[in-house]
């Protein structure tokens, strides 16, 4: 596991798909990381239309909101940030992280970083971490890409960030969309050199077919018990 002495900054934008978000919380927090985050103003709104809910804005209720929705009461450390607070700690170099996730994703965060625009607090944060040649993970959740969502993310490719897209395997044998879920949460922290998701890595063939024969030698002995 890395070095969580230093915050990881988590933004959170109005893509659909906020179970990407609040399920690595809910591994980061377990996992005793500190936590800055910043949602933007989009989220509300989502949350509202997918899953009929009202975010708090007042930041102590926020936190033990996300804390409610990821299922983590009292594990790690959480600070929630007004998403029009340009003036927060996050918002300068000068305040050392470990880097940023921005998950989910939207297009429209990805044009505005590509150009290197910030009209909000997170927009702010992660072109921070680009100029001070941090971490910057997004996670886009969009399909299908356009020409320009591509060319906005080679952009950023370009500038050093991961591209996570929220696209999950199959190979671990995922049961349900938690399953789903966690392989990508999984992976985009990878990019952070964060390995705290215990999830099923790919371990080569012929350990899949070692595996494979257990699985059918169970079976049977279940049919024939």
């Not at 377990?30 to 989220?43: M, P, Q, R």
């Not at 509300?44 to 804005?57: A, G, K, L, T």
């Not at 992976?187 to 012929?206: F, H, K, T, V, Y």
Request: hydrophobic share 40%.
């Amino acid at each position: 596991m890395s070095n969580n002495n230093k915050p990881l900054i988590l933004g959170i934008t109005g893509a659909s798909g906020l179970i990407y978000a609040v399920r690595a919380l809910k591994y980061l927090l377990t996992a005793d990381y500190e936590i800055e985050l910043v949602a933007s103003k989009s989220t509300y709104m989502v949350w509202q239309s997918e899953q009929n809910i009202r975010m708090p804005v007042e930041p102590v209720q926020q936190e033990q909101f996300w804390r409610q929705q990821a299922g983590v009461e009292t594990r790690g450390k959480l600070r929630c940030h007004p998403w029009g607070d340009v003036g927060a700690n996050i918002a300068s170099g000068s305040f050392r992280t470990l880097g940023m996730i921005v998950i989910p994703c939207s297009m429209s965060t990805v044009a505005k970083l590509a150009a290197g625009l910030s009209s909000d607090l997170l927009e702010r944060a992660a072109d921070v971490q680009l100029k001070e040649g941090r971490k910057l993970v997004l996670v886009p959740r969009e399909t299908p890409f356009s020409l320009i969502h591509l060319r906005n993310l080679t952009t950023l490719a370009e500038t050093g960030v991961r591209i996570v897209p929220a696209i999950p395997a199959w190979y671990h044998n995922p049961q349900t969309i938690e399953d789903l879920v966690d392989f990508v949460v999984a992976r985009a922290l990878d990019q952070l050199d964060i390995d705290c998701i215990p999830i099923q890595r790919w371990q080569g063939s012929e350990q899949r077919q070692k595996a494979e024969g257990r699985r059918q030698e169970e079976g049977v002995a279940e049919k024939t018990g």
